[in-house]
């Protein structure tokens, strides 16, 4: 069973950035996902990256937002700029071994999350 920890949440005034980290040992083989949840609301897909490298983001986020990888290390980031109240979420990194990115139900492991709040 691999454990997921993410770090980096917090609270941050409109426009500023954060980066979010997710470890574990072996992730390096796996694909990972970053997804959200808020208040009532669906978890969604926010980006993945594949574990040779490609990558994937929602609509939302593109532009903003970066994932990258150091598979040396067994961790996954997501750099947030340009942070929006809209984003205000929990954040949830999760890994698959194949797939698709975007779907959810595909993710075997799953982090407990970190809390991202934007607010003045």
């Known amino acids: 069973q691999m454990q997921l920890t993410e770090s980096g949440g917090g609270l941050v005034p409109p426009g500023a950035s954060l980066r979010l980290s997710c470890a574990s040992s072996?992730?390096?083989?796996?694909?990972a996902g970053w997804f959200r949840q808020a208040p009532g609301k669906e978890r969604e897909f926010v980006a993945g990256i594949r574990s040779g490298g490609g990558s994937d983001y929602a609509d939302s986020v593109e532009g903003r937002f970066t994932v990258s990888r150091d598979n040396t290390k067994n961790t996954v980031y997501l750099q947030m700029s340009s942070l929006v109240p809209e984003d205000t979420a929990v954040y949830y990194c999760?890994?698959?071994?194949?797939?698709?990115?975007?779907?959810?139900?595909?993710?075997?492991?799953w982090g407990q999350g970190t809390q991202v709040t934007v607010s003045s």
């Open positions: 999760a890994a698959r071994f194949l797939g698709d990115l975007r779907q959810r139900d595909g993710y075997k492991f």
């Open positions: 072996g992730l390096s083989r796996y694909h």
